[in-house]
T-cell receptor, first 112, second 112 residues
């Protein structure tokens, strides 16, 4: 699976958009980009994923560059409850099995 | 998420004793995973399963074994617990690449 690079921490003002970048320059054609977050000591929570096209759901938007080497997770109106560690993961199938490997993620702090 | 239930939620055990953690899912997930999370290391994959009786090793599998005799249950066993296995353990499940994965609430294991 391709590796990802994320900034270790970011700050965002409450009510503003939070834009979390992820670099995955070694991504291959069959690998998806996934985003999860972990709030305090809870289990990670799935946010969104995509392959080539931009995606949007009730939680966030995912913007993937045309060359697929980077992506941005957008939380359009961040709230204090969005303070969490955000993980960008790239994965695909390998020999019929699937690994889901987490990196260190970005610690997002939403400030009042 | 109620679809993934981990038991026990907390456990204290003595060094050298066997310990089994249980992950139970009600959503017919094909893929299931066990992770451990420690300060400074993030989430690390221990073992995963891609079907009943089909399992494979992750990043940190030494000292752990798993079993999956039916779709619903994925068991993680520490044959002889050591203090280095003190950690929070998370289970996850999912259907495959085009879906997000669901995590349990975690099991906090302390080996004394």
């Amino acid at each position: 699976d391709a590796k990802t690079t994320q900034p270790p921490s970011m700050d965002c003002a409450e009510g503003r958009a939070a834009n979390l970048p992820c670099n995955h320059s070694t991504i291959s054609g069959n690998e998806y980009v996934y985003w999860y977050r972990q709030i305090h000591s809870q289990g990670p929570q799935y946010i969104i994923h995509g392959l080539k096209n931009n995606e949007t759901n009730e939680m966030a938007s995912l913007i993937i560059t045309e060359d697929r080497k980077s992506s941005t997770l957008i939380l359009p109106h961040a709230t204090l409850r969005d303070t969490a560690v955000y993980y960008c993961i790239v994965r695909g199938t390998q020999g019929g099995s699937e690994k889901l490997v987490f990196g260190k993620g970005t610690k997002l702090t939403v400030n009042p | 998420d109620a679809g993934i239930t981990q038991s026990p939620r907390h456990k204290v055990t003595e060094t050298g004793t066997p310990v089994t953690l249980r992950c139970h899912q009600t959503e017919n997930h094909r893929y299931m995973y066990w992770y451990r999370q420690d300060p400074g290391h993030g989430l690390r994959l221990i073992h995963y399963s891609y079907g009943v009786k089909d399992t494979d090793k992750g990043e940190v599998s030494d000292g752990y074994s798993v079993s999956r005799s039916k779709t619903e249950d994925f068991l993680l066993t520490l044959e002889s617990a050591t203090s280095s296995q003190t950690s929070v353990y998370f289970c996850a499940g999912g259907q495959g690449l085009d879906y997000g994965y669901t995590f349990g609430s975690g099991t906090r294991l302390t080996v004394v």
